[in-house]
């Protein structure tokens, strides 16, 4: 009843940049944060950076100064503008989303399918 489809990933040489969106649909209320992790092989799941509904952002130490968040309260949609790409950055991106449903009183997190992002030369 409630989903994350995120778009954007794919496969970008070091320096690179790449866009992430992430639009939630569904019998939504209210959406308060939103997010982005991410999880490289043989690594644990890592927040990489978050919005608020007043627009208010976090970032992991490691993505400062280059990656970006931004969301657009209208169409429900949260972005993820990655610059300077490293190879580290390598994982698979997964979209977060704290969702209160039409059916319940309370909040739940809802995760989006991940996207493949590669960055190697």
């Known amino acids: 009843q409630v989903q994350l489809v995120e778009s954007g990933g794919g496969l970008v040489q070091p320096g690179g940049s790449l866009r992430l969106s992430c639009r939630a649909s569904g019998s939504i209320v209210s959406i308060n944060v939103m997010g982005w992790y991410r999880q490289a092989p043989g690594q644990q799941h890592e927040l990489v950076a978050t919005v608020t509904s007043g627009l208010s952002t976090d970032y992991a130490d490691s993505v400062k100064g280059r990656f970006t968040i931004s969301r657009d309260n209208a169409k429900n949609t949260v972005y993820l503008q990655m610059n300077s790409l490293k190879p580290e950055d390598t994982a698979v991106y997964y979209c977060?989303?704290?969702?209160?449903?039409?059916?319940?009183?309370?909040?739940?997190?809802?995760w989006g399918q991940g996207t493949q992002v590669t960055v190697s030369s």
């Open positions: 977060n989303a704290e969702i209160r449903p039409t059916f319940s009183t309370l909040s739940y997190k809802y």
